[in-house]
């Protein structure tokens, strides 16, 4: 017997405990985790349907759809998190994106730079979710490079005022987009799209040629960053190729 079940044997036998209300705690805290894993479908369901009204919104033009919908869009993956068990910091790194999301929709540079301050918190949170894990050296390089390029292409473009706070969330953006190989292939593909995400809409500050419905490619990839980091944090551990660290607490 090990020495945990050897002390719960203790605990729950032990003079003037009712055994009864050891019974009752149990039963309690397995009802907890049914009606917790019956929320996981329902979640989903609700976070893909409102990504489908984001973005038929942004591409339709309907400014209200898109208005309603893009601040249900994080709180729905994070409950989705939450009730598969999901760490606490992939939680977080949810939640902040929502606030970047929200102060985004406000349309104005105070907004802008709060809403990018958020979003680099939640970079932080994914950071410190993926451990100390090494990175590839070649990919590691191969995206300094790429920040190097796009930032000096972009860096007379953007407003004056921008220029910093873009350049140093480029930098956390892309240490992000990086590690985000130590869950797996799925969530390497997810940093990659943030970044590509992100690129899109730094493109449009500067005034770069912009694909037809722009919002609507920024939207899509971010979604798609954004539930590939996730479900490659939930992803069994065998799945998570190259994976070497744990996840950090869990909810």
Same mark, same amino acid.
């Given at each position: ?138 990919? =590691? !390089? $191969?995206?300094?490079? /790429? ?5 000096? &292409? @972009?860096?007379? *473009? %953007?407003? #004056? ?20 190989? =130590? !869950? $797996?292939?799925?969530? /390497? ?5 943030? &970044? @590509?995400?992100? *690129? %899109?809409? #730094? ?20 979604? =798609? ?27």
């Amino acid at each position: 017997m090990s020495a945990e079940a050897d002390r719960d044997r203790r605990t729950n036998t032990a003079p003037g405990r009712d055994p009864r209300s050891t019974d009752r705690t149990n039963a309690d805290a397995e009802a907890g985790a049914g009606r917790r894993d019956r929320l996981v479908r329902p979640l989903l369901l609700a976070f893909l349907g409102a990504c489908a009204v984001d973005l038929i919104g942004v591409l339709a033009g309907i400014e209200l759809a898109h208005q309603i919908a893009k601040p249900l869009l994080m709180p729905l993956l994070a409950g989705y998190a939450l009730a598969r068990r999901g760490p606490r910091l992939l939680v977080a790194a949810l939640l902040f994106g929502w606030g970047g999301d929200t102060f985004l929709l406000l349309d104005s540079d105070p907004a802008f730079l709060v809403g990018m301050g958020s979003f680099a918190v939640g970079h932080v949170c994914y950071l410190w979710l993926f451990g100390r894990a090494h990175s590839s050296p070649v990919a =590691a !390089l $191969g995206y300094a490079v /790429a920040l190097t390029v796009f930032v000096a &292409l @972009l860096w007379n *473009g %953007l407003p #004056a005022d921008l220029r910093v706070p873009m350049a140093g969330y480029s930098m956390l953006l892309t240490a992000m987009a990086c590690r985000a190989g =130590a !869950l $797996g292939t799925r969530a /390497a593909v997810g940093g990659g799209l943030f &970044l @590509l995400s992100d *690129g %899109l809409i #730094a493109t449009g500050i500067a005034d770069w040629p912009q694909l037809p419905a722009p919002d609507f490619w920024v939207m899509l990839t971010y979604l =798609a960053a954004q539930y590939l980091l996730t479900t490659g944090a939930l992803a069994p551990a065998p799945e998570r190729a190259g994976r070497t660290t744990a996840d950090g607490p869990r909810g």
